[in-house]
């Protein structure tokens, strides 16, 4: 089992919708929870982070965390075009040591 | 406030050639993590130095090496290179303040490792 799973997708959504992106982590022991943004060919780019089950909202974005089923999303809202890119989910734990361990990520396509 | 930066951008390099790859941190970051990113795939935490010292160590072998230095620069080193260290070599940097139990990490543009 990997640690952290991702849908590879693509997911494709029309303008204006919503995008739902999945994450489910192995480690119980995870304490925060990060999205990262990765248009092609260049590096990762930081969107939230959440470390507290429930609902975190930033503009169009929300992230949702429920610890107990191991399990993270994104929510995009209005979906546009330039939303396309790959989405990573990434997992924190520390215990004892500190380790962030990458998915393989979605990739949304919006299409106009 | 100068985010993360690596050089160089682009390497060409031939399979059993050494390589050094530099990264400079965020303004105020002292955390220096090193990740490899191959096609398709999410980036692989290659190690991570804090306070000049190797803290932690992913999966790789013993041919990557790294070092930091005291301004919190650092280098990635990988020597009897391979066709498949072939990939997008990541550089993050973060500050984890004490109390905190999050790492919020921000990435540099990363170095494409190309090994004929």
């Known amino acids: 089992q990997k640690e952290v799973e991702q849908n590879s997708g693509p997911l494709s959504v029309p303008e204006g919708a919503i995008a739902s992106l999945n994450c489910t982590y192995s480690d119980r022991g995870s304490q925060s929870f990060f999205w990262y943004r990765q248009y092609s060919g260049k590096s990762p780019e930081l969107i939230m982070f959440i470390y507290s089950n429930g609902d975190k909202e930033d503009g169009r974005f929300t992230a949702q965390l429920n610890k107990a089923s191991q399990y993270v999303s994104l929510l995009i809202r209005d979906s546009q075009p330039s939303d396309s890119a790959t989405y990573l989910c990434?997992?924190?734990?520390?215990?004892?040591?500190?380790?962030?361990?990458f998915g393989t990520g979605t990739k949304l396509q919006v299409i106009p | 406030d100068a985010g993360v930066t690596q050089s160089p951008t682009h390497l060409i390099k031939t399979r059993g050639q050494q390589v050094t790859l530099r990264c400079s941190p965020k303004s105020g970051h002292d955390t220096v993590s090193w990740y490899q990113q191959a096609l398709g795939q999410g980036p692989q935490f290659i190690f991570q130095?804090?306070?000049?010292?190797?803290?932690q160590r992913g999966n790789f072998p013993d041919r990557f090496s790294g070092h930091q230095f005291p301004n919190y620069s650092s280098e990635l080193n990988v020597n009897a290179l391979l066709l498949g260290d072939s990939a997008l070599y990541l550089c993050?940097?973060?500050?984890?303040?004490?109390?905190?139990?999050?790492?919020?990490?921000?990435f540099g543009p990363g170095t494409r490792l190309t090994v004929l």
């Open positions: 130095y804090y306070e000049e010292e190797e803290r």
């Open positions: 993050a940097s973060s500050l984890v303040p004490a109390g905190v139990s999050y790492n919020e990490q921000f």
């Open positions: 990434a997992v924190f734990y520390s215990g004892g040591y500190q380790k962030v361990t």
